[in-house]
């Protein structure tokens, strides 16, 4: 036994260091640096200077940062509607057997494939612009006043602006996931439903869905995490300097670290760091809170 | 992480050179197990357990090997990693840099294994971290002569074209963990200010070279006021940030001189509209420098600052300045889409293409959008009107440049300033300035670029000088909250009132 033991922290070695040097540094770094006052993201820990918990009371009593936390709450809540339900339907709709079903998968899943800065400039400069998009275009064909004459992009939309073009993005990734959950339900539950009488309706609520609790988990964790960290749409939507509709606490903690916009703005990686720390806690929250509606499923097939 | 971080080798050569004995540790490794193996002809189980237990050395060896192995995959990680962004910006340069050069440098470190250790910079290359994208007009410039300046001088330079992100993101901690720059550019204040402790003092370099003979004057007494009294940038690309205007639309609404007061501005606007044409437009990026530049015309800058960082909003210069645009608004004088105009949206769609007037802009806009406006849209240039009872005038405003900055840890100085006086005197300057419509920094280059011509009385009447936005984005906690309202209040869906009330709602 103690022979093997020896063999064990020989190979282990290896991992746990690098584990140790990978996760665990960074994260200690991070939760360190943020009860610090510091300038540059590299400065030496002998700049730092210990600021107690004033990182954080400074964050919680700053307005720009709680409507960075309320933005991505709102992305987070209304995007997940969003997405994982037109992302279950196409799944749903995909794999009943449908004529060309690779050919609507394909184009579902075409925005993934295109780079996001060229897809938020589309929908940014062409499908919203109040004087030639494709939104004022299809109004006026239509005689939808209100379509037409909609302003997507001023301060008071912006939000749904971005909502709608990132929904757009994320629906083909996670529909791939569904999809995938429901070819592995095996055909024999279908037939013997049909046999039954049930209708397909009955079909996806009382088999479907019941048998896709793991992947609607991997699903949710995913795009929770991806919230979280959610930046490059943001900053695609408020090009130069950010907005009280895009910001997000990423963009916010971009800001303290490297600064804002175009002006010289005073830096502190330390709120920065106080930032990721709040961010993760978050995301561990949602994960612990889905791990408790979403048990472990005992269904086997 | 810092330490291997630190001693890495940064080209892609000596990335190979790691790689190699990274390969090597694996024959070796692999030799020695299979002989182990074969020697004790048994059960492998069995063979592990005289490794672990029995032969001591045998422990040891596979131990160390296991922990070299893994140090040589970082190493190996780091190379590749830090390869990578450099091939984007270096590779085209180095396949154009005489053939000759190239071979004999990647053979000389391989030869010698100590010079694996030695500073990069003792191969004599000049390191040249650049702001520009290499598709820019500007880095086309620069290449272009510092392939010239090689030439001439027999002197290298490895110029990386990081771009605006990458030189924010990436200088300081490239810096911080040693990395050989010589020489960098960005903007004055954020060379001068973020940057300041890295940088080399110009002073004597500038005077043994006679540098200022030909320099803007009042770029040269910028950068020393923001590098605290001493030269340690020299300007170059400089801009000012004043009202760009189709001189066009001007001439048919009847506007023969440029307002210079407040009521001159009202009385333009009112022609232009009577004109059928837009007065002003303005982008998401840049509408917070009218409310900056009013508010430093009626209190000036320091003041307006000092609003901005303590959430003064009581201040009655906020509601002055609020009231002179909800007057603007009432009367139309702003584009119908300004609160929906997401940059690039108004420059490109309104100004460029002739629907409106006036764009409170730096002087970068024509080369911008040259390719939207066509060859004979005509520029004109006015400083933001004076207004009454106002501290400053037409004097006052934001002007700067891009600077070169020296690494104070440089190796190379005295080359490092070569090139700099290279590249912003002369011919290169005016090659720059040709390429990317810019204003040169050689005064002797008098001869600025059309578009620009009727920018120059603008930028020599100033004296005085604002920071970006004159103050108005000073505060980043505030800065998208003053955006989201005063574009609201420019649209006409907010008062004057309603704009102070909101900015003293978000406190700060």
């Known amino acids: 036994m103690k022979k093997n033991k020896t063999m064990i922290v020989v190979f282990l070695t290896p991992a746990v260091l690098m584990f140790c040097i990978i996760f665990l540094y960074p994260i200690v770094r991070t939760i360190l640096m943020s009860f610090f006052k510091i300038e540059g993201v590299t400065d030496a820990v002998s700049k730092w200077e210990f600021s107690g918990l004033a990182n954080y009371t400074k964050l919680f009593s700053t307005e720009l940062f709680r409507i960075s936390m309320w933005n991505i709450f709102r992305i987070w809540l209304f995007g997940g509607i969003i997405v994982m339900g037109l992302a279950i339907l196409f799944a749903a709709i995909l794999t009943s057997g449908i004529r060309f079903k690779n050919v609507f998968r394909a184009i579902i899943y075409m925005p993934n494939v295109v780079s996001a800065v060229a897809l938020a400039t589309m929908w940014l400069q062409y499908v919203f612009s109040p004087k030639f998009g494709l939104f004022k275009t299809i109004g006026e064909l239509l005689h939808w006043e209100w379509l037409a004459k909609f302003q997507w992009l001023d301060p008071s939309h912006l939000f749904t602006a971005l909502l709608v073009a990132y929904c757009f993005g994320m629906v083909g990734y996670h529909m791939l996931i569904f999809a995938s959950g429901i070819e592995r339900i095996g055909t024999e539950y279908y037939e013997a439903a049909t046999l039954d009488g049930a209708s397909r309706i009955q079909q996806f609520r009382y088999i479907t869905l019941p048998l896709l609790k793991g992947v609607t988990k991997t699903n949710i964790t995913m795009w929770s995490i991806s919230s979280a960290g959610f930046f490059l749409w943001s900053q695609l939507f408020s090009m130069v300097v950010s907005n009280t509709q895009t910001i997000t606490p990423v963009v916010y903690m971009y800001q303290n670290i490297f600064g804002a916009g175009n002006s010289m703005t005073e830096r502190n990686a330390g709120i920065g760091a106080a930032v990721g720390v709040l961010l993760s806690v978050c995301v561990v929250l949602i994960f612990i809170v889905c791990d408790k509606i979403f048990k472990d499923d005992d269904i086997e097939f | 992480m810092y330490k291997i971080y630190k001693n890495r080798a940064y080209s892609a050569k000596r990335w190979l050179d790691k790689t190699k004995t990274f390969g090597e540790m694996v024959i070796i490794m692999k030799t020695t197990n299979s002989a182990g193996l074969r020697d004790k002809n048994s059960r492998i189980p069995v063979n592990f357990e005289q490794i672990g237990g029995k032969s001591m050395k045998k422990k040891l060896l596979s131990s160390l090997?296991?922990?070299?192995?893994?140090?040589?995959?970082?190493?190996?990680?780091?190379?590749?990693?830090?390869?990578?962004?450099?091939?984007?910006?270096?590779?085209?340069?180095?396949?154009?840099?005489?053939?000759?050069?190239?071979?004999?440098?990647?053979?000389?470190?391989?030869?010698?294994?100590?010079?694996?250790?030695?500073?990069?910079?003792?191969?004599?290359?000049?390191?040249?971290?650049?702001?520009?994208?290499?598709?820019?007009?500007?880095?086309?410039?620069?290449?272009?002569?510092?392939?010239?300046?090689?030439?001439?001088?027999?002197?290298?330079?490895?110029?990386?074209?990081?771009?605006?992100?990458?030189?924010?993101?990436?200088?300081?901690?490239?810096?911080?963990?040693?990395?050989?720059?010589?020489?960098?550019?960005?903007?004055?204040?954020?060379?001068?200010?973020?940057?300041?402790?890295?940088?080399?003092?110009?002073?004597?370099?500038?005077?043994?070279?006679?540098?200022?003979?030909?320099?803007?004057?009042?770029?040269?007494?910028?950068?020393?006021?923001?590098?605290?009294?001493?030269?340690?940038?020299?300007?170059?690309?400089?801009?000012?940030?004043?009202?760009?205007?189709?001189?066009?639309?001007?001439?048919?609404?009847?506007?023969?001189?440029?307002?210079?007061?407040?009521?001159?501005?009202?009385?333009?606007?009112?022609?232009?509209?009577?004109?059928?044409?837009?007065?002003?437009?303005?982008?998401?990026?840049?509408?917070?420098?009218?409310?900056?530049?009013?508010?430093?015309?009626?209190?000036?800058?320091?003041?307006?600052?000092?609003?901005?960082?303590?959430?003064?909003?009581?201040?009655?210069?906020?509601?002055?300045?609020?009231?002179?645009?909800?007057?603007?608004?009432?009367?139309?004088?702003?584009?119908?889409?300004?609160?929906?105009?997401?940059?690039?949206?108004?420059?490109?769609?309104?100004?460029?293409?002739?629907?409106?007037?006036?764009?409170?802009?730096?002087?970068?806009?024509?080369?911008?959008?040259?390719?939207?406006?066509?060859?004979?849209?005509?520029?004109?240039?006015?400083?933001?009107?004076?207004?009454?009872?106002?501290?400053?005038?037409?004097?006052?405003?934001?002007?700067?440049?891009?600077?070169?900055?020296?690494?104070?840890?440089?190796?190379?100085?005295?080359?490092?300033?070569?090139?700099?006086?290279?590249?912003?005197k002369g011919e290169a300057d005016a090659l720059l300035s040709e390429m990317s419509v810019g204003i040169p920094a050689d005064s002797a280059n008098a001869e600025w670029p059309a578009l620009l011509s009727n920018v120059k009385p603008v930028m020599d009447s100033l004296s005085t000088r604002y920071p970006w936005g004159a103050g108005a984005e000073a505060n980043a906690d505030m800065t998208p909250i003053i955006i989201e309202n005063f574009t609201k209040l420019c649209g006409g869906s907010l008062d004057a009132q309603g704009f102070v009330d909101a900015l003293k709602a978000a406190g700060n």
Request: charged share 20%; net charge negative; hydrophobic share 40%.
């Open chain 2, 65 to 424: 090997l296991c922990v070299a192995m893994m140090a040589a995959t970082l190493t190996g990680c780091g190379g590749s990693g830090d390869s990578t962004p450099a091939s984007d910006g270096t590779a085209a340069p180095a396949e154009e840099a005489p053939a000759e050069e190239a071979p004999a440098e990647e053979e000389a470190p391989a030869e010698d294994a100590a010079a694996e250790e030695a500073p990069a910079a003792s191969d004599g290359t000049l390191v040249y971290w650049s702001m520009w994208d290499a598709a820019e007009p500007q880095a086309q410039a620069i290449k272009q002569s510092i392939e010239a300046f090689t030439a001439e001088t027999g002197i290298a330079v490895d110029v990386q074209f990081k771009g605006r992100t990458g030189i924010r993101e990436g200088l300081q901690p490239a810096l911080d963990a040693g990395t050989n720059i010589d020489l960098f550019d960005e903007d004055i204040d954020r060379v001068n200010s973020t940057w300041g402790s890295y940088l080399l003092d110009l002073e004597e370099l500038a005077k043994a070279n006679d540098y200022e003979s030909t320099a803007n004057a009042g770029l040269m007494a910028a950068c020393r006021e923001v590098g605290g009294g001493t030269l340690k940038s020299i300007p170059y690309q400089p801009n000012v940030f004043a009202y760009f205007y189709n001189v066009a639309i001007f001439e048919e609404a009847g506007v023969t001189a440029v307002p210079t007061t407040w009521d001159e501005f009202l009385d333009t606007c009112q022609k232009i509209k009577d004109a059928g044409y837009t007065p002003i437009t303005n982008d998401n990026a840049y509408i917070s420098s009218m409310f900056g530049y009013h508010m430093s015309r009626l209190i000036g800058e320091p003041a307006t600052e000092e609003v901005v960082k303590n959430g003064d909003w009581d201040n009655e210069a906020v509601l002055k300045t609020a009231q002179a645009y909800e007057e603007l608004a009432s009367k139309g004088y702003f584009s119908e889409t300004i609160e929906s105009n997401q940059w690039p949206a108004g420059q490109n769609t309104e100004l460029a293409m002739g629907t409106a007037a006036m764009y409170l802009n730096g002087s970068w806009l024509p080369n911008e959008v040259k390719d939207i406006a066509g060859e004979d849209f005509q520029w004109g240039c006015f400083s933001y009107p004076a207004v009454e009872g106002g501290v400053d005038g037409t004097e006052a405003s934001n002007y700067g440049a891009q600077v070169f900055a020296i690494n104070a840890k440089s190796t190379m100085p005295e080359e490092a300033f070569q090139l700099i006086t290279y590249l912003t």
